[in-house]
C-alpha cells in the first residue's frame, strides 16, 4: 500500500514551458486535492476533486489546469509556466471532504518545481 | 485573510525537554482541528484531529488541546526526540468550508542533542 505518490520529485522549466504533475493513490478515496506550498505560507487549495470525471477550482487555480480521468489518479498541469509558480506541490487525497467532515486527507510527498 | 495563526514561528528545545505550540483561530462557524506534522522534504502526516466538542486528544507523546471557547489550541510535545524536529501545522475548517482547509504557517521545531 504506497498511499499517495507524486511524480516526478524535482523539476526545473524554462518560463513558456509546459508540463503534468501526477498524482496517484491506492486507497480508494473518492477526494483527491492539488495544493502549493510557498515560504511562509500556509498551503494553498489549487484544485480539488470529488470524484472521477469532476473538478473543481479551489483558493488559487489561476494558471492551472487538471484532470480525473481515473478514480486513483489526478492530474495537475502548467500550460506556460511562469516564474510566480516556483513552489512545492502537494497532492492529497481523502475519503470525502476534508472540510467539513472527520476524515482525514493523506499527503503524497510534495513535488519541487522551480520555474526559471 | 489568514485566519489560523501559530506560535511561535520557531523553536529550539533540547532533546528530553518539553514544548507547546499555539494555534488560534478565527474560523467560525468551526467544525474540526487537526494539527500536522511535516518532516523536511516530505508531505504533512496527521497527529490528531479534534471536533468541537472534543477538548483534548493524545497520540503517543504529542497531545493536543482545544478551547472552543476561545478559539485556541496547543499542541504539546512531551519528552523530545531529535526525530521530533519538523514544522507543525494547525489546520481549521468550518462546516461551511466545504473542501476548503485554513492552513497555519507551521511552526518549525528544531530539537538539539
Known amino acids: 500500500n504506497a498511499g499517495v505518490t507524486q511524480t516526478p520529485k524535482f523539476r526545473v522549466l524554462k518560463t513558456g514551458q509546459s508540463m503534468t504533475l501526477l498524482c496517484a493513490q491506492d486507497?480508494?478515496?473518492?477526494?483527491m486535492y492539488w495544493y502549493r506550498q510557498d515560504p511562509g505560507m500556509g498551503l494553498r487549495l489549487i484544485h480539488y476533486s470529488v470524484g472521477e470525471g469532476t473538478t473543481a477550482k479551489g483558493e488559487v487555480p489561476d494558471g492551472y489546469n487538471v484532470s480525473r480521468l481515473k478514480k486513483q489518479n489526478f492530474l495537475l498541469g502548467l500550460e506556460s509556466a511562469a516564474p510566480s509558480q516556483t513552489s512545492v506541490y502537494f497532492c492529497?487525497?481523502?475519503?470525502?471532504?476534508?472540510?467539513?467532515?472527520?476524515?482525514?486527507?493523506?499527503f503524497g510527498p510534495g513535488t519541487r518545481l522551480t520555474v526559471l | 485573510k489568514n485566519q489560523v495563526e501559530q506560535s511561535p514561528q520557531s523553536l529550539i528545545i533540547l532533546e528530553g525537554k518539553n514544548c507547546t505550540l499555539q494555534c488560534n483561530y478565527t474560523v467560525s462557524p468551526f467544525s474540526n482541528l487537526r494539527w500536522y506534522k511535516q518532516d523536511t522534504g516530505r508531505g504533512p502526516v496527521s497527529l490528531t484531529i479534534?471536533?468541537?466538542?472534543?477538548n483534548t486528544k493524545s497520540n503517543g507523546r504529542y497531545t493536543a488541546t482545544l478551547d472552543a471557547d476561545t478559539k485556541q489550541s496547543s499542541l504539546h510535545i512531551t519528552a523530545s526526540q531529535l526525530s521530533d524536529s519538523a514544522s507543525y501545522i494547525c489546520?481549521?475548517?468550518?462546516?461551511?468550508?466545504?473542501?476548503?482547509?485554513?492552513f497555519g504557517k507551521g511552526t518549525s521545531l528544531l530539537v538539539t542533542p
Open positions: 479534534m471536533t468541537f466538542s472534543e
Open positions: 492529497a487525497s481523502s475519503f470525502n471532504s476534508g472540510g467539513a467532515s472527520y476524515n482525514e486527507q493523506f
Open positions: 489546520v481549521v475548517s468550518g462546516p461551511t468550508s466545504g473542501y476548503a482547509l485554513n
Open positions: 486507497m480508494n478515496h473518492e477526494y
